[in-house]
């Protein structure tokens, strides 16, 4: 997927869970999760391997042994039948997540600054803002703010979600006792499907640039690259 794309694992994430599913409305979804799971979290993160740089949509799950079916019901429920049809919802979970970012900077304006003056130089740091960093914070910004943008916004949404939770893209791991059995039947609940394309992402290059913000307390952020060669 394209960098000016990665921010559509950022809506996922955030709307998994509160959407409405082919079995569930989403409150009778985050009430199944509440009484059978100790938690269901979704993320995204960049992490680099061989050399490479990979975004991931992350589910991070908990739960007792003695609900592991529960466990792989609601995986099954959430990663592949949400329901991303409904316009007034999407719209909703896209102006959450604006609000949600714009609160984080007041909170730690020198996250942004860090963040920022990483994506610079480094490939992993660009793709962390292209995922749900200030460069996803643009795109979403500009569809939450136009409803106009919205019906084909939830149709591309729909198709990438559609495309993301394969075996051939799953990496599955465990905290605790390994359980072979459990991590077959992990497996078994996701359909077949491409593996993930590779492409080669690359820093933002050295900007200068700064952001206004309703705060009493500035940042500033420096970067640069050591040659050591």
Not at 154 to 160: P, Q, R
Not at 174 to 201: C, H, M, Q, R, T
């Amino acid at each position: 997927m394209a960098a000016d794309e990665l921010y559509l694992a950022s809506v996922v994430s955030a709307a998994l869970t509160n959407l409405n599913t082919e079995k569930s409305t989403a409150l009778e979804l985050q009430n199944k999760i509440k009484g059978g799971l100790g938690s269901f979290k979704i993320s995204t993160a960049a992490a680099e391997k061989n050399g490479r740089v990979i975004p991931y949509v992350r589910d991070t799950t908990s739960a007792l042994r003695s609900k592991a079916d529960t466990l792989i019901e609601l995986l099954s429920e959430v990663l592949l039948k949400s329901d991303f049809n409904n316009d007034k919802e999407i719209e909703n979970i896209l102006l959450q997540a604006k609000a949600a970012y714009e609160h984080d900077v007041l909170a730690s304006g020198h996250r942004l600054s860090l963040e920022r003056t990483e994506a610079y130089t480094s490939a992993k740091g660009a793709v962390a803002e292209h995922l749900s960093g200030y460069e996803a914070y643009v795109k979403i910004k500009e569809i939450a703010t136009d409803k106009s943008l919205i019906p084909e916004f939830k149709n591309k949404l729909d198709k990438y979600y559609k495309k993301i939770f394969t075996k051939q893209r799953l990496t599955l791991s465990f905290a605790g006792d390994p359980d072979e059995v459990l991590a077959k039947n992990i497996i078994s609940v996701f359909p077949g499907g491409n593996s993930a394309e590779s492409v080669k992402y690359a820093p933002l290059g050295i900007r200068r640039e700064f952001f206004l913000v309703p705060s009493k307390v500035g940042y500033a952020g420096l970067g640069c690259v050591n040659n050591l060669d």
